[in-house]
């Protein structure tokens, strides 16, 4: 018997092997392998009885040895690897080693699965509002016509798109701390109790602790947690008992989309607006479409929430092609916060006189603040008044951020760091220095301005130790300090009852970005980091602070006028071309030499110009924003149409041609559906 294996290489081909000496080999598991001069990794995803066609069966190499002892994948696994392969343009292979847990053995687990699903009783009682959304959930036909929406959210070339029938999809939309949670959970408790399985999706780690300890409460054994930070064991076990059906509802960030549950029956997408659902690297899925396609498969239902919907939800709800369940209060007590917008021009230092009155109003009440500032280290640019020079990177084309902590200033990118010089490197002027001001500046502000109150930073520094960040949250909760500041791991979806101000610090660091998402990310990040304010009292208090107290994404959040921003936005959107009423491909090449990437950009220009149709276009070539990322310089290309197909096609035969005479010294990333053009 030959086997079929796919690698996780940027190859699409599958390679035929010969079973190995003991006949362990088999359709779902995983093998080692001579590929060319190596030994890798190869999943084996077919079976045949005979050497492919025009190949002498002792050319076929054999397999070395095999992995695991039973299948951890399945058909299922295998066809959602060769459709985001297929629509992704990646490695059938890559897709797979994205999906399957790395670990190479199972640590021991008891299955603890009942006989029955023994769910929790909970004393909540919902709201009408709620009532209607979980009606509407567990109906057996969506409101409105979910065709469109698929093409807007689980797009591709036509032929991809065919499904056995369409799932149904809602959006549970409602400001912050409505209920939308309780909703979740309720639909799960209902699929469960049918016998289906779900899956609910949490934007990033740092969330998943709090919605795992409401669903563990809930569901006990027959729930579990799956994310990036466990080791390759532990997540392989949980992917076994998972695959065998020991477990029946699954919580996680990206990655958990493709746990291999039994009978899905829901998905669940929290904080559907959030950009971590989209992947950084190849395969660059969105976990958004691969559950449309999950669902889609099984004809199960998706649901999906939050209080700032992306751009492109919000058109398909105001369509009519995505079904919108609204929670317009809060059921805690609690009350819209009063938002207030602080220019900063003239203030001296990271807090306005009106933001440090507040803070010390809040503490005389025995409340709590969240200060806010999505900017990590103590300031972030170094730059000359005498000659102009700045401090930048010497392995990419961004500025150096300085750590105080450290000592150092240090590249976010690429990890260079270097002692910051006590005069200008260019004209020796003594007038150098940093500027702007990140989590660390605030942190030394806020102390030195409160000494008697405790103060906890909350950013990608400070909680790199495994388990901090949940230890700092845990003791926020209990009341044990009193000023947490820190980036958006402390602006989305928790929940803190003891919270009265949150304060944004700088509110325009996103607007500066070249990307035409900016406005959306700063109107959202302002109304979700403000819906931690005021949840259990009706006397929230928000202050924005910002040097554009005019921009329109500040002035809608601040005035909770989410229907005048998106209004406005789609506007803009349509006016301009981008999505959701167009689509687009980003090509992204990049090189150790600046002349071959300007080489390879300019073939691939060539070849897309001539496979486009007329009615799209490309924005290109050119240098990406961030022209150059750990000594490679990059280049991009920007394909827009407004129909995925036409360009996907081209975009497929372009990428063919160009391999036939690569660069070789030259990688080319493709981005199908980009959330950030950076």
Wanted: hydrophobic share 40%; charged share 25%.
């Amino acid at each position: 018997m030959y086997l079929d294996l796919v690698f996780d290489v940027p190859l699409q081909q599958r390679f035929t092997y010969a079973q190995d000496e003991k006949g362990e080999a088999a359709l779902g598991k995983r093998v080692m392998a001579p590929f060319g001069r190596r030994e890798l990794l190869g999943y084996v995803i077919g079976e045949r009885e005979e050497a492919p066609e025009g190949v002498a069966p002792e050319a076929i190499k054999k397999i070395r040895r095999v992995v695991d002892k039973e299948a951890i994948f399945g058909t299922e696994e295998i066809e959602l690897a060769l459709w985001m392969a297929s629509y992704y343009l990646c490695g059938t292979g890559e897709a797979l080693a994205t999906m399957i847990p790395s670990g190479r053995r199972e640590t021991g687990s008891e299955s603890l699965l009942d006989e029955e699903v023994q769910i929790a009783e909970t004393a909540l009682a919902l709201s009408d509002e709620q009532r209607h959304a979980l009606d509407a959930i567990l109906g057996t036909t969506a409101a409105g016509d979910s065709t469109e929406a698929a093409t807007m959210l689980q797009p591709g070339p036509k032929q991809e798109q065919a499904s056995p029938q369409r799932p149904s999809m809602f959006y549970l939309y409602g400001i912050t701390g409505s209920g939308k949670t309780e909703v979740f959970l309720r639909a799960a408790e209902a699929m469960l109790a049918a016998g289906k399985s779900v899956i609910y999706l949490v934007p990033e780690i740092a969330l998943t602790h709090q919605v795992e300890e409401a669903v563990q409460r809930r569901f006990g054994p027959v729930a579990t947690t799956i994310h990036s930070a466990m080791t390759g064991s532990a997540r392989l076990t949980e992917w076994g008992r998972i695959r065998r059906g020991e477990v029946r509802i699954v919580v996680g960030p990206r990655s958990a989309v493709f746990a291999p549950v039994q009978n899905l029956g829901l998905i669940i997408i929290d904080e559907e607006h959030d950009g971590s659902y989209k992947s950084g690297n190849t395969p660059r899925y969105h976990a958004r479409q691969v559950a449309f396609k999950r669902c889609a498969h099984h004809g199960a239902t998706l649901v999906m929430g939050s209080a700032t919907p992306s751009a492109e939800a919000w058109k398909l709800m105001e369509e009519g092609t995505i079904t919108r369940l609204a929670l317009s209060r809060r059921l805690s007590g609690g009350a819209p916060p009063n938002i207030k917008i602080v220019d900063l021009s003239g203030t001296e230092g990271c807090l306005s006189d009106e933001l440090k009155e507040e803070i010390r109003e809040t503490a005389r009440l025995g409340r709590q603040t969240i200060l806010f500032m999505n900017r990590r280290g103590f300031s972030y640019f170094y730059h000359c008044r005498q000659c102009g020079y700045e401090l930048t990177c010497k392995h990419c084309s961004v500025s150096l951020t300085y750590h105080k902590q450290l000592g150092k200033a240090v590249c976010h990118y690429c990890g260079y760091s270097v002692v910051p010089p006590r005069a200008c490197p260019q004209c020796g002027s003594l007038e150098a220095g940093f500027a702007g001001f990140g989590t660390e500046m605030i942190e030394e502000e806020v102390q030195r301005t409160f000494p008697d109150l405790r103060v906890r930073r909350a950013d990608a520094d400070s909680t790199s130790k495994k388990g901090s960040l949940r230890e700092t949250l845990d003791v926020f909760r209990a009341g044990g300090i009193d000023i947490l500041l820190g980036t958006q791991m402390v602006a989305k979806g928790l929940n803190f009852p003891g919270v009265r101000l949150v304060g944004v610090v700088l509110a325009d660091t996103a607007l500066h970005l070249p990307d035409f998402r900016a406005a959306e990310r700063t109107f959202s990040l302002i109304v979700q980091v403000a819906g931690r304010a005021g949840r259990y009292f009706p006397d929230g208090r928000v202050l924005v602070q910002t040097f554009r107290p005019q921009d329109p994404a500040i002035t809608y959040a601040c005035s909770a006028d989410i229907e005048g921003f998106y209004h406005h936005e789609l506007t803009q959107r349509k006016d301009l071309g981008f999505p959701p009423y167009t689509r687009l491909i980003r090509i992204t090449v990049r090189s150790k030499q600046a002349e071959q990437a300007d080489q390879a950009i300019q073939k691939l220009a060539g070849l897309l110009k001539r496979e486009l149709p007329k009615d799209s276009d490309i924005l290109g070539p050119a240098d990406c924003p961030i022209s150059i990322i750990a000594g490679n310089y990059r280049k991009q290309i920007i394909l827009r149409g407004h129909a995925m197909t036409a360009i996907h096609r081209a975009v497929q035969r372009a990428i063919s041609l160009y391999e036939e005479k690569k660069i070789s010294s030259v990688y080319v990333e493709i981005d199908v559906d980009p959330v950030q053009l950076l």
